[in-house]
T-cell receptor, first 111, second 115 residues
């Protein structure tokens, strides 16, 4: 297979709660992995990435670790803010310059 | 840096009309991607170019869709004739180089509604 699977949303949390959004992938080899974020009315922005196994990508308090044993790249943040409300997409490197995206997970953080 | 520029931001048209979406990639980037986003199908890659040459158009839905990149700073996605099921947000993205490790930078999108 050649797919990316994200946990189903929507996810609703209170401010300062712990966030996990699960992402698993199927692939041959060790593709680069990405998390993109889409704020309302905007295009996608790269949030973080990891290019090899066991790498940890981090940005703005978000982290994700490339786990080849479990073919996973789960997104975590220790304390979410209202401003983190957005749609989060997991993606993996495919052939050529292509990315394969997951379905997206809507996150809403309430004050 | 102005980022990826798309126009128009919103387009409302009637079924059967021709629609042309425009994209200006980030200067110096040599890969350009067109995506379509809908609630039902999520984010789909339609076509991508490298050095102005179409590399993979397997995501283009049908012959009504066509894309061109006449030079390094401009690309168009055309739908002719348009249908209601084409209603979606269309994103253009660009990246530096051909390696997938290169970050793709997305434009703000064109929201298309076909009545």
């Amino acid at each position: 297979g050649n797919s990316v699977t994200q946990m189903e949303g929507p996810v609703t949390l209170s401010e300062e709660a712990f966030l996990t959004i699960n992402c698993t992938y199927t692939a041959t080899g060790y593709p680069s992995l990405f998390w993109y974020v889409q704020y309302p009315g905007e295009g996608l922005q790269l949030l973080l990435k990891a290019t090899k196994a066991d790498d940890k990508g981090s940005n703005k308090g978000f982290e994700a670790t490339y786990r080849k044993e479990t073919t996973s790249f789960h997104l975590e943040k220790g304390s979410v803010q209202v401003s983190d409300s957005a749609v989060y997409f997991c993606a993996k490197e495919t052939s050529g310059s292509r990315l394969t995206f997951g379905e997206g997970t809507q996150l809403t953080v309430n004050p | 840096d102005a980022g990826v520029i798309q126009s128009p931001r919103h387009e409302v048209t009637e079924m059967g009309q021709e629609v042309t979406l425009r994209c200006k990639p980030i200067s110096g980037h040599n890969s350009l991607f067109w995506y379509r986003q809908t609630m039902m199908r999520g984010l789909e890659l339609l076509i991508y170019f490298n050095n102005n040459v179409p590399i993979d158009d397997s995501g283009m839905p049908e012959d009504r869709f066509s894309a061109k990149m006449p030079n390094a700073s401009f690309s168009t996605l055309k739908i002719q004739p348009s249908e209601p099921r084409d209603s979606a947000v269309y994103f253009c993205a660009s990246s530096l180089g051909t390696a997938t490790k290169e970050t793709q930078y997305f434009g703000p999108g064109t929201r298309l509604l076909v009545l």
